[in-house]
């Protein structure tokens, strides 16, 4: 009940947003969502990176504990490079989406 209470308020909070921003349409809600995501999803890229240097640091030299660590690690920076060129992974699909409140996206 608590998280579909949480669900219900985020996506009321995303609505008013995209009202506030450019008025009710349903490109304003689909960049406020994916700016929404962005930010979560690049926030969480550097937990990961930050978790995963702490991993190497305390491995004691345990070459599996240093193996995964750095396989998160990679992981994560590459996850966080295509977040951060987000806006020209979607254009290739041909999907032209009027987004400004997503500065680092170069959306056409």
Do not use: E
Not at 26 to 47: E, F, G, K, S, Y
Not at 79 to 108: D, E, H, Q, R
């Amino acid at each position: 009940m608590k998280k579909n209470f949480l669900i219900f308020l985020s996506l009321i909070i995303i609505l008013i947003q995209a009202q506030q921003a450019k008025g009710f349409y349903p490109q304003n809600i689909a960049c406020t969502v994916l700016a929404w995501l962005c930010q979560l999803l690049l926030i969480l890229a550097c937990i990961i990176v930050i978790v995963s240097g702490y991993q190497i640091a305390t491995s004691g030299g345990d070459p599996q504990r240093v193996a995964d660590a750095k396989r998160n690690l990679i992981f994560a920076l590459i996850a966080a490079v295509a977040i951060y060129n987000l806006g020209n992974i979607i254009s290739l699909f041909g999907v032209s989406l009027p987004c400004t409140n997503i500065p680092w996206c170069s959306m056409p």
